[in-house]
């Protein structure tokens, strides 16, 4: 993105749109809902599948309103690609379907979303070897890896427990030893951190949560930061070496993933998206302000056991979060003293919702252990920290007195 313009965070996603001619002088990307494209030339057709232009072939593949937000998205991680699907699942799903062969081994962070935990035990039925290690610690990371390790999955701060990775050491690892670092930002965003500094090669960023920001939409996204050398990644088909080094781990991961297994992006919902991330830092700001003020009282009152924020003092990682971070971001958990039921607790509660979602307007809360973590089992969920009693926030940008007198007035035996 050398040639365009250089501003501010905000200021680049409100104009990003704007950069290339627009038709009739929009301001944003049109929908275009098409799903296929004409040519006057079937020589031009014949091209543009041959790579040997640029075009656009059938919707599945791509799309102008999708390719607005994908610049959209790569603008915002300061990377050299990005390709978005319709889940943030279906993004991490992508790049080991495309990327992972039987045989390779995945080094990956023990405290995960629920549901990419999920997929782990799915590939390992597969024939690829995971090992889930204790992130926060890089002695960890390096023990676990073998001749066979491809890739290093991390998140940046743990949902539920807000654990975070030794990112920074890990990266410098990952680039010592030529192995590809994808990092999961979802739970920072964009805004509050950018992975390519800690080394990244690939960024995850489910769309769905703070970048689309309104709960009303489902996307995922995956960042090239242009970090990784892909002539010595040892999965790249030969096909796709005849391109340029820099192109071919996402030009595979568009085949082989998103080509092949649809999991597109609608050009309505790229547009919705498109939208909501243009007040991404305004929200941001308000909801880890909020965040911070709402887990500093409940820190303090005595009937609640334990806090989990990177903001409180007392988080183990909280100086490596204000090195890293912009803010210490909008998720927090705690658990209650035994006298108080957690759903009698969160029933009482007047404002915060009971959901399963993050990154929203609004204030969530849900009860860890017997939703979203419950398939989990029991053994699994004491080794990631997870209490019985556990209530995971997403904090909102409502006016923040009045979420500390919900949580406070619902503080009762």
Request: glycine share 8%; aromatic share 8%; hydrophobic share 45%.
């Amino acid at each position: 993105m050398s040639e365009l313009p250089t501003y501010g965070f905000t200021t680049t996603i409100l104009h990003s749109d704007r950069q290339k001619e627009i038709e009739h002088g929009s301001i944003h990307k049109p929908i275009h809902s098409s799903v296929m494209y004409g040519y006057k030339d079937a020589r031009d057709l014949a091209a543009v599948f041959q790579n040997k232009q640029s075009g656009y072939r059938y919707g599945r593949q791509g799309n102008p309103t999708v390719s607005a937000l994908e610049e959209k998205i790569t603008r915002m991680e300061d990377g050299y690609a990005s390709i978005v699907f319709a889940t943030g699942m279906a993004a991490i799903g992508a790049v080991f379907q495309a990327l992972l062969r039987q045989g390779d081994h995945l080094v990956s962070s023990s405290f995960l979303f629920g549901n990419t935990n999920s997929l782990w035990q799915t590939i390992g039925a597969q024939g690829i070897d995971v090992a889930m290690v204790d992130a926060t610690s890089v002695d960890r990371i390096a023990a676990a890896l073998t001749p066979a390790t491809r890739m290093v999955f991390v998140e940046t701060i743990a949902n539920p427990r807000t654990q975070i990775a030794d990112l920074k050491r890990i990266g410098d690892l990952c680039r010592e030893k030529g192995i590809l670092f994808v990092v999961d930002n979802t739970m920072t965003s964009p805004y509050l951190f950018q992975p390519k500094t800690v080394g990244a090669g690939l960024v995850v960023n489910s769309l769905t949560k703070s970048i689309a920001g309104h709960g009303n939409v489902l996307g995922g996204a995956l960042t090239d930061t242009g970090l990784f050398d892909w002539s010595a990644y040892p999965n790249i088909a030969a096909n796709f070496r005849k391109q340029a080094t820099q192109m071919q781990g996402m030009s595979q991961v568009r085949t082989k993933a998103l080509r092949d297994f649809g999991a597109s992006l609608s050009p309505d919902a790229a547009h919705q998206i498109a939208v909501g991330a243009e007040t991404i830092a305004l929200r941001m700001e308000r909801e880890c302000a909020n965040a911070l003020a709402l887990a500093s009282m409940l820190e303090a009152d005595p009937r609640v056991a334990a806090v989990h924020y990177p903001g409180l003092p007392s988080h183990p990682q909280h100086q490596l979060a204000k090195e890293l971070f912009r803010a210490y971001g909008a998720l927090f958990s705690f658990e209650l003293k035994p006298e108080i039921d957690c759903f009698d607790y969160l029933n009482r509660l007047k404002l915060a919702i009971n959901a399963t979602h993050l990154g929203d307007t609004r204030t969530l809360v849900i009860p860890v252990a017997h939703t979203i973590f419950f398939e989990m089992g029991a053994e699994r969920r004491a080794g990631m920290g997870i209490a019985d009693s556990l209530i995971r926030v997403s904090v909102g940008i409502e006016d923040t007195q009045d979420l500390l007198t919900d949580f406070a007035q619902a503080l009762v035996a």
